[in-house]
């Protein structure tokens, strides 16, 4: 008798429509919310979550995103712990967040040896992360990818001794590599190259060595939030373009939402990038709506925050084609064909061969647009791949 | 030739910035540790918070910045009195394990604290217009802020110098400092001396946070973050004393810079050289008594 019932029940259960089986999708997103990225970590973040909250609804019936956040404290071993937890203890089904590329690095084993994908949405540097594991890919932009253009434009403009100033971690190795590659390349010559720690760094002797040595452009990457001020600042202080030295950086050096602080200092400033809040689009019209209704009018994303976003899109474009049920390598061959005519940034692609993405590459100059400071894109390079990866194929 | 001039003026410049507001936040610390016996590990929170009360004030408050200079060291020099009151003078004297675990644990707290209020970012420092950008002094033109900073600690240094040589209340510190039970027979009200002394060494800390917000980026690391280098000062200058923090202040800013400025690759590994070489040389600090 009983089993009988339990029979039916099994079968009544299992008739039911779709809908009303509850379907949760756990995904582990590991941020930087403490430590010296811990202000990128936030801009991301806010993009992630305006994602979230616009589009939850349109998520299939029945079927939910579960987001569980976790604070790495800017330590790779700490993120580590958190992804074998997330992995081990909570079952998540997908990883994604990242904002410090040695997590990605610590974190991107373990998503092969588990088989849970990790899409790595606010971190950029670690140009080989993807070849480290098959279950990541990267919606951010790569180093590479931001900083080889400005090699190749730095040398277009007939300047002919470069000077190289990162900060001393993976993002600015890969930024000085990329530069100084494509820099030499169209027959540049590097007379000096300075690496500076990376938390709170004083700037101003490092200035000092470059306004020194004279060179005809200055190539200088910092990891973005107040440091680009203060390195800005410092740049004013010392005079280091009433000096003739010309600047060349990555977005890095100008995110958006650092602009209001920096005063008119940074007029005429050119770098590269995948993302700027002035750029003339409608999706990214859009984009910046939504984000003034969600932080206030005068909050402002920048390019983590888009990235956030595009991560965000990625994942709830998986979910809804797939209604939520997805093995590893299904969520992997759908992210690495992933595509979107439409973002805020342009149109973007993953390249499947290399799960890095694909994107145009904007050469921005600072300019005043409605009284206030703007990163206007001057020039688009088409649906860039990474130029590291085009370079040193696989062997 | 013109280049190596350039250069080491550059450098003596920065590093007497520097040197200004390492002084100023550490000074307090050496006469504490002399005149109480008093191993205060806590001392850069009051540092901590000069920048934080600086950066509020302008930013919130919208005040200009000298005012918010002035409310920060007041209210810094105000705060730690209680602090002195209720918690460090119960451990004067004592066992200086107890005081290190008791300090210690304010900075965690301090830095729980800081990340509950301001959150985890830096609060960067906006200097006022008249304070961005180069000053040109016609052979080189240096940056208006730092030599702001150079101009504020010159005077700060002759006053606190002027007060603990030429008055009665610097008369009272020196002879605590050198006998404090011959400093209280002769009638020295030391408890109140103490807090006095407290009050003003927190007061200067607080200041040099917020004047070196530019230098010492204020965030809820702060006085873990820069704890070393106050102590480098304060035993390299030697304890209780007013003048040895100084040069060494001056020692540490200038060498942290030059080796910045000539052999960046190095990190801080000459300032700890430089720092075992003069402790060898004498273990009680420059100006220290043996």
């Keep these: ?395 | 030739m013109g280049d190596i001039l350039s250069a080491a003026v550059n450098i003596a410049f920065n590093g007497l910035a520097y040197a200004m507001v390492l002084y100023l936040i550490s000074v307090g610390l050496s006469v504490t540790m002399g005149l109480m016996g008093f191993v205060n590990l806590a001392h850069g929170v009051f540092a901590m918070a000069g920048g934080y009360v600086v950066t509020s004030l302008m930013k919130d408050q919208g005040l200009p910045f000298p005012w918010a200079l002035v409310g920060a060291t007041l209210t810094v020099a105000a705060a730690s009195i209680p602090v002195e009151r209720l918690l460090y003078r119960r451990f004067y004297g004592g066992d200086e394990l107890d005081q290190v675990l008791l300090t210690i644990g304010l900075v965690f707290m301090s830095v729980a604290g800081a990340t509950f209020i301001w959150g985890p970012l830096q609060q960067p420092l906006q200097p006022p217009a008249w304070l961005t950008g180069p000053v040109d002094l016609g052979f080189q033109r240096f940056p208006a802020y730092r030599s702001f900073l150079i101009l504020c600690g010159a005077a700060l240094v002759t006053a606190l110098w002027l007060s603990v040589e030429r008055t009665r209340f610097g008369a009272r510190v020196r002879a605590a400092v050198d006998n404090l039970r011959m400093a209280q027979s002769v009638g020295i009200d030391t408890s109140r001396l103490f807090m006095a002394t407290f009050a003003l060494g927190s007061g200067l800390a607080g200041l040099g946070g917020a004047l070196g917000a530019d230098l010492l980026a204020v965030n809820p690391g702060y006085a873990l973050q820069n704890l070393i280098y106050f102590l480098i000062v304060v035993a390299v200058g030697g304890l209780g004393s007013i003048r040895g923090p100084f040069f060494a202040a001056l020692l540490i800013g200038i060498a942290d810079t030059a080796s910045k400025y000539l052999a960046p690759e190095f990190g801080a590994f000459f300032i700890y050289a430089l720092t075992m070489a003069v402790l060898l040389w004498r273990p009680s600090g420059l100006f220290g008594r043996a």
């Design chain 1, 1 to 395: 008798m009983f089993r009988k019932l339990m029979v039916a029940l099994v079968a009544a259960v299992a008739s039911l429509p779709a809908p009303l089986l509850a379907q949760t999708v756990k995904v582990g997103l590991i941020n930087s919310y403490n430590g010296f990225v811990s202000q990128v970590a936030d801009q991301g973040q806010k993009g992630t979550d305006l994602y979230f909250k616009e589009h939850e609804k349109d998520l299939p019936p029945g079927v939910k995103i579960e987001l569980l956040k976790r604070d790495d404290t800017s330590n790779p071993e700490v993120g580590k712990r958190l992804a074998q937890e997330l992995i081990t203890r909570d079952h998540v089904q997908l990883l994604t967040g990242i904002v410090l590329s040695p997590v990605a690095t610590a974190v991107a084993p373990l998503t092969a040896e588990a088989k849970v994908p990790l899409v790595i949405s606010y971190a950029a540097a670690g140009v080989t992360i993807p070849r480290l594991s098959p279950y990541v890919v990267r919606v951010t932009f790569t180093l590479w990818q931001e900083s080889y253009p400005m090699g190749k434009w730095a040398a277009e403009q007939g300047w002919k001794t470069a000077y190289t100033a990162v900060t001393d971690f993976i993002a600015g190795h890969d930024a000085e590599a990329a530069f100084t590659r494509a820099f030499t390349d169209a027959g540049g010559k590097m007379i000096g190259a300075d690496r500076f720690p990376p938390a709170n760094p004083d700037f101003t002797p490092f200035v000092h060595r470059i306004k020194d040595a004279k060179p005809d452009v200055a190539f200088i990457f910092v990891p973005g939030g107040t440091q680009a001020t203060a390195m800005i600042r410092a740049m004013n202080d010392i005079g280091l373009r009433e000096a003739g030295i010309n600047i060349a950086a990555p977005q890095d050096l100008l995110p958006d939402e650092e602009l209001p602080n920096m005063g008119d200092l940074p007029l005429g400033l050119i770098t590269s990038g995948t993302y700027s809040a002035a750029g003339k689009r409608p999706a990214n019209e859009a984009f910046l709506a939504a984000w003034k209704r969600a932080y206030g009018e005068k909050s402002v994303p920048d390019f983590f925050s888009v990235d956030g976003w595009d991560g965000m899109a990625m994942i709830f474009d998986l979910v809804k084609a797939t209604k939520g049920k997805f093995t590893a390598d299904e969520a992997m061959t759908f992210f690495s064909h992933w595509q979107n005519p439409d973002s805020p940034r342009g149109p973007i692609a993953i390249d499947p061969v290399t799960r890095d993405i694909i994107q145009n590459v904007y050469i921005r100059r600072v300019e005043k647009v409605d009284g206030k400071l703007a990163n206007v894109e001057i020039a688009t390079i088409p649906m860039l791949k990474d130029p590291w990866k085009e370079l040193n194929p696989p062997k």
